[in-house]
């Protein structure tokens, strides 16, 4: 029996749709460059609706205004940079973005953002960071919805440590 405690790390991700076309990033991993939805890991003192909004924004030099939830992903990998078994806990959302903002750069490791159909994106999965990726996509085309007020958040996720009751 082991004694550690199974964490999944925490994720949000974007499916973002323009004319059939899907917004993806392009960026640097130690396997190569890899392409996937915006996203990142949920920072503390966040909802997954605000951090998706941050790592789109950071990813992608655009703001995105979330229109529902797609679904929650579980997924399992091995970090190849720290060669560790990861288990990822994805929260995925729809929604709309504006146009890059100018002079804005993109997240370190982020080589470029592409548009590209759900066709292009199935032609070339050894290139996706995570088996998520598509996955989100294909919900998305088949129509899953769920209102954002899906996911709570208590208020003392924004409270400092010092303040929250045990």
Known sequence: MTTERWTPHVTVAAVIEDNGRFLV???ATA???MLNNPAGHLEAGETPEQGTMREVLEETARVFTPTHLIGAYLARSIDAERCVDVTYLRFAFGGRVSDPLPGRPLDTGIVRT???TTDELRACRERHRS?????CIEDHL???CLPLD???????????AGTIRP
Do not use: C, H
């Not at 996911?151 to 400092?160: K, L, N, R």
């Open 142 to 144: 088949a129509g899953r």
């Open 31 to 33: 396997a190569g460059l």
């Open 114 to 116: 592409l548009w590209l």
């Open 131 to 135: 088996p998520l990726l598509l996955r």
């Open 25 to 27: 990033v392009e960026e």
């Open 150 to 160: 899906a996911i709570q958040a208590d208020a003392s996720v924004f409270q400092t």
